[in-house]
T-cell receptor
Framework: EPEVTQTPSHQVTQMGQEVILRCVPI?????FYWYRQILGQKVEFLVS????????KSEIFDDQFSVERPDGSNFTLKIRSTKLEDSAMYFC??????????FGQGTRLTVV | AQTVTQSQPEMSVQEAETVTLSCTYD???????LFWYKQPPSRQMILVIR??????QNATENRFSVNFQKAAKSFSLKISDSQLGDAAMYFC???????????????FGQGTILTVHP
């Protein structure tokens, strides 16, 4: 089965630092997403990306967050100045057409 | 806005028995998809089963089946012959389908932790 790959699997960062979470979606997919899951809580939508631009974003996705698809294969989520409350599992997902979304294995971000 | 509610924070079942996880949702749309995802301790999100709202027939995948009641906006998951490997957090999720071109974010419920006793 095709896979969405996320790196790193775990990142520890100091509060106020910038982090970049990386994702390689499935190659023929067109829709890309980032979701967040704070430990023990539900999975929350952050942002969707289609045709090289953000198509939808949630209230969580404020000016501290940005996404890019710099080279046609990678899909990145940047958090400019991390806060303690950004500590969570971040999932990348991709989809083509009306098919199911494929999720990556997640990046656990710990802000200390 | 669409909402998804899972009213059972925790459920337990004996190995080889059957368990049903509940999910209700609220939407004004008629064309959408519903999903059940399994999240084991590794925290990977694994698709268990999917249902298209326009299909009256309930989806089935091996030991997993759903009871989709569109009018009641209910979407329960039945796990038959439960196995130890079924122990996980289960999330119900909704995705609006706007003529097949929806950007299609998933809206998740709060999750149900399923424990399977040997």
């Amino acid at each position: 089965e095709p896979e969405v790959t996320q790196t790193p699997s775990h990142q520890v960062t100091q509060m106020g630092q910038e982090v970049i979470l990386r994702c390689v979606p499935i190659s023929n997919h067109l829709y890309f997403y980032w979701y967040r899951q704070i430990l023990g809580q539900k999975v929350e939508f952050l942002v969707s990306f289609y045709n090289n631009e953000i198509s939808e974003k949630s209230e969580i996705f404020d000016d501290q967050f940005s996404v890019e698809r710099p080279d046609g294969s990678n899909f990145t989520l940047k958090i400019r100045s991390t806060k303690l409350e950004d500590s969570a599992m971040y999932f990348c997902a991709s989809r083509v057409g009306t098919a199911r979304a494929f999720f990556g294995q997640g990046t656990r971000l710990t802000v200390v | 806005a669409q909402t998804v509610t899972q009213s059972q924070p925790e459920m337990s079942v004996q190995e080889a028995e059957t368990v049903t996880l509940s999910c209700t949702y609220d939407t004004s749309e008629s064309d959408y998809y519903l999903f059940w995802y399994k999240q084991p301790p590794s925290r990977q999100m694994i698709l268990v089963i999917r249902q298209e709202a326009y299909k009256q027939q309930n989806a089935t995948e091996n030991r997993f089946s759903v009871n989709f009641q569109k009018a009641a906006k209910s979407f329960s998951l039945k796990i038959s012959d439960s196995q130890l490997g079924d122990a996980a957090m289960y999330f119900c999720a909704y995705r609006y389908n706007a003529g097949g071109t929806s950007y299609g974010k998933l809206t998740f419920g709060q999750g149900t932790i399923l424990t399977v006793h040997p």
